[in-house]
């Protein structure tokens, strides 16, 4: 089981362990399949790169994003108004709130905002818990941070984690960065699958080594 270290790129195994594959190869046959030892297609190679790229690309509006006291701030400014408060269930509420959010957001400067709204819909049960939190911030009770900064997580509104720049005032900013969409995670987790896979391949013998399989039985 040694490992050959020189070229892994090549081969992992070095020249006992890949005899000792291709004799085990060439005395069994199972389920009468032939073991030729051949490279994974370039093709293959390709696809998987590009499922990868694709996820990436596909998931880049939503993953990771959290839901800001910004984006409920208008909800949480008209809940108490009569066209809300005779509306007899929670669900027709927060349909009526979120379509008079979405056309404030739209008119807003930043155009993520719709998108934000869109995919994290809030219930009724919840926005009531968080409204005094969330009007506290809008009032001015998140000091030097608005409510682009603070984070709303089931129902607590609590200031984000981040660490941004730093601002003129000293402090740093706690607006989440756009490249910071949970990507680190992942790609951690995709470079061990990468790496997992090729060491699994090289510990075989190199492509060019072919079992004899008129030995097979």
């Known amino acids: 089981m040694a490992w050959k270290m020189d070229n892994p ?21 199972p389920g009468g399949l032939w073991e030729g030892n051949n490279r994974l297609p370039y093709p293959l190679t390709w696809l ?3 499922i990868i790229l694709t ?13 800001t006291a910004e984006l409920y701030a208008p909800m949480v400014e008209l809940m108490d108004s009569p066209e809300v408060q005779k509306l007899a269930t929670g669900p027709e509420k927060i349909a009526y709130l979120t379509e008079r959010a979405m ?8 155009s993520r905002l719709p998108g934000l709204l869109d995919r994290h819909p809030i219930s009724w049960e919840d926005l ?21 900064s603070y984070n709303v997580i089931g129902d607590q ?19 989440q960065p756009w490249w910071d969409k949970g990507y680190t995670i992942d790609v951690f987790y995709v470079s061990y699958f990468i790496i997992a ?14 079992p004899d399989m008129s030995k097979a039985s």
């Open 197 to 210: 896979m090729v060491i699994v391949c090289k510990r075989l013998p190199h492509f060019s080594q072919k």
């Open 128 to 148: 009531q818990l968080a409204a005094p939190g969330i009007r506290e911030i809008v009032a001015g009770g998140g000091g030097t941070y608005g409510p682009e």
């Open 55 to 67: 996820a990436f690309m596909i998931t880049m509006p939503i993953w990771g994003q959290r839901p």
């Open 103 to 110: 056309e404030v957001h739209r008119n807003a400067e930043d």
């Open 48 to 50: 998987i790169a590009l």
């Open 9 to 29: 790129l090549y081969c992992l195994a070095d020249e006992e362990e890949a005899r000792k594959a291709l004799e085990l190869w060439e005395s069994e046959k």
């Open 157 to 175: 509104v609590v200031l984000a984690n981040f660490s941004g720049s730093w601002r003129p005032d000293g402090k740093r900013e706690r607006v």
